[in-house]
């Protein structure tokens, strides 16, 4: 169950109330009968281990992966005429 904070709008006074989730809010002063309103903290947010919004969140700025360059293909070379080549295929 856990504990709400309140504060009085008369008199300014803050006290906290153990409450569970399903009761009602508090609308009058503990001290002044005054009415009162519940007091909202921000949460705290911690964030372990390293590399944690690099590594868990896409970047919206994420760069292209670079591509490697492609291998230049190896041509053969050509003959002038079927006198030069031999009987493997390679020319001389």
Avoid: W
Avoid at 6 to 20: A, I, R, V
Avoid at 55 to 66: G, L, V
């Amino acid at each position: 169950m856990p504990t709400y904070e309140y504060k009085c709008k008369k008199c300014e006074e803050t006290f906290e109330k153990f409450q569970s989730v399903k009761d009602d809010a508090l609308t009058k002063c503990i001290r002044c009968d005054g009415e009162v309103s519940k007091v909202f903290h921000p949460v705290g947010v911690i964030y372990k281990g390293s590399g944690f919004y690099t590594t868990d969140y896409k970047n919206k700025e994420s760069k292209k992966p670079t591509e490697e360059p492609k291998p230049k293909k190896k041509t053969k070379p050509s003959c002038s005429g079927k006198d030069e080549c031999s009987a493997s295929g390679s020319c001389n």
